[in-house]
């Protein structure tokens, strides 16, 4: 290649001197200029219509025809209750207080002693015998004013004995109290289930009809066993009262009563 030739060749040409200048290299590097420009126009025309794509759909979007009118609801008042003629009218302003209440000062007159009267000392007991009015009746009534008033006496309250000459006793006996029990007494079942065994102590009065009456624990060993010896107590038949100087008295009576389970 002549010095003439090189400053006109470009440098591709002096890249693919003595080369296949068919090879598709040669080619691509001709084109190249121009493929870079037209990628540069089609991406600016791409970010061209994306930008001016919404503002071309608002221009063909119909325009609406009228613009929705607001509305304002109106609620309707109901009429307002009619007068009650018969309320009471309010009350009456307060008025001020009363004035206070003087007292008026009388000056104190002094008199001799003579003239003065003392009306807080009472008159002997002879001036007060002498103005009395004689009783109407035909027995002549002297008046004993230094006798001092009757005693007013309280009606004592029936005292209940614990010790007695004859001792309360249930119809028949003891041998038939025990009767009772064993034919009346229920075993708890909480007390069987927990093996609760022993003895309760039960107080209650006797009334002279014979009658059982304040009944109260004294000792209890649980499991329902004190409720359960109330209960029957309290279903007994009257007693025969206790007796002192041979008069029916009340008499609180001591009862115990055994819980024990029977061997298998």
């Known amino acids: ?71 304002i609801k109106v609620t309707e008042l109901s009429e307002p209750p009619p007068i009650d003629k018969n309320t009471p009218p309010p009350p009456p302003p307060d008025l001020p207080p009363p004035p206070p209440k003087t007292v008026k000062f009388t000056p104190p007159v002094i008199k001799p002693d003579e003239e003065v009267k003392n009306e807080d000392v009472p008159p002997p007991i002879e001036e007060i015998k002498e103005a009395a009015p004689a009783a109407e009746t035909n027995a002549n009534v002297e008046y004993d004013f230094n006798a001092a008033a009757p005693a007013v006496v309280e009606e004592a309250k029936p005292q209940i004995f614990t010790y007695v000459e004859q001792m309360p006793d249930f119809p028949g006996g003891q041998t038939e109290l025990m009767k009772y029990l064993q034919k009346n007494l229920r075993y708890p079942p909480a ?70 389970l029977g061997t298998e």
């Not at 600016?44 to 119909?62: R, V």
Request: net charge positive.
């Open 1 to 71: 290649m002549d010095q003439e030739q090189i400053l006109k060749a470009s440098f591709d040409d002096l890249v693919f001197e003595g080369r296949n200048k068919a090879y598709g290299a040669y080619d691509l590097r001709q084109k190249y200029q121009r493929h870079i420009l037209m990628a540069l126009l089609i991406a600016f025309a791409l970010y061209l219509l994306g930008f001016i794509t919404p503002s071309l759909l608002e221009m063909l979007k119909p325009k609406e025809a009228a613009k929705a009118v607001k509305t």
């Open 191 to 260: 007390a069987r289930e927990n093996g609760i065994e022993g003895r309760v102590v039960l107080q209650f009065v006797v009334d002279e009809q014979g009658t059982i009456s304040d009944i109260q624990v004294l000792r209890d060993i649980g499991g329902g066993c004190a409720e359960e010896a109330v209960r029957v107590v309290k279903n007994m038949p009257p007693w025969k009262p206790g007796k002192q100087n041979g008069n029916p008295v009340k008499v609180y009576f001591k009862l115990p009563v055994t819980f024990k």
